[in-house]
T-cell receptor, first 116, second 110 residues
Framework: AQTVTQSQPEMSVQEAETVTLSCTYD???????LFWYKQPPSRQMILVIR??????QNATENRFSVNFQKAAKSFSLKISDSQLGDTAMYFC?????????????FGKGTKLSVKP | KAGVTQTPRYLIKTRGQQVTLSCSPI?????VSWYQQTPGQGLQFLFE???????NKGNFPGRFSGRQFSNSRSEMNVSTLELGDSALYLC?????????FGPGTRLTVT
């Protein structure tokens, strides 16, 4: 069975600064996807970024980038130039490649507060 | 494209009742998944449907069931509601190993 662990329940960062959220996972699978989702307060869950395990290159989406370390089973999210709108719960998630595409396994989340 | 929609957005039910939640996926998506989100247990996978067939199921009791229609719309049903079923129920539709979530249905069981 796969597990996803986010060891930082809460974090805060000053506006315009950079913050890194940690995520580790455990799996015996070799082909899988990793995701970061953002859930703003009382708002919809949004897909932030996706990493394919067979790709060495770290995924980047504008101010969001990941540091994917497959051997260490680590998948951290870096948010650059933090904005007030980045305040949200951030969830790291795992999905096995092949077969069902709907079974995301989530970590418990990290609550990020961006302070002015 | 319009996003994933869920109805109703809020629901209050009494223990022992049953409830049906609805989800309309993004146009063209054939995969629909359901998740339960609670403060204690976090986000837990309930089941996934693809082309009207249940493709995967999480570790939930048989009181939780679902179905998918030919237009990919999905419903989930919870029978004999318990207080612990109070949660945010999220629907997601996807393709190409990406899941997009709806706003959720907030179910309160009293």
């Amino acid at each position: 069975a796969q597990t996803v662990t986010q060891s930082q329940p809460e974090m805060s960062v000053q506006e315009a600064e950079t913050v890194t959220l940690s995520c580790t996972y455990d799996t015996s699978e070799n082909n899988y996807y990793l995701f970061w989702y953002k859930q703003p307060p009382s708002r919809q869950m949004i897909l932030v970024i996706r990493q394919e395990a067979y790709k060495q290159q770290n995924a980047t989406e504008n101010r969001f980038s990941v540091n994917f370390q497959k051997a260490a089973k680590s998948f951290s999210l870096k948010i650059s130039d933090s904005q007030l709108g980045d305040t949200a719960m951030y969830f790291c998630a795992f999905m096995k490649r092949g077969g069902s595409q709907g079974n995301l396994i989530f970590g418990k989340g990290t609550k990020l507060s961006v302070k002015p | 494209k319009a996003g994933v929609t869920q109805t109703p957005r809020y629901l209050i039910k009494t223990r022992g009742q049953q409830v049906t939640l609805s989800c309309s996926p993004i146009s063209g998506h054939r995969s629909v998944s359901w998740y339960q989100q609670t403060p204690g247990q976090g986000l837990q996978f309930l089941f996934e449907y693809f082309s009207e067939t249940q493709r995967n199921k999480g570790n939930f009791p048989g009181r939780f069931s679902g179905r998918q229609f030919s237009n990919s719309r999905s419903e989930m049903n919870v029978s004999t509601l318990e207080l612990g079923d109070s949660a945010l129920y999220l629907c997601a539709s996807g393709e190409n190993y990406e899941q997009y979530f709806g706003p959720g249905t907030r179910l309160t069981v009293t």
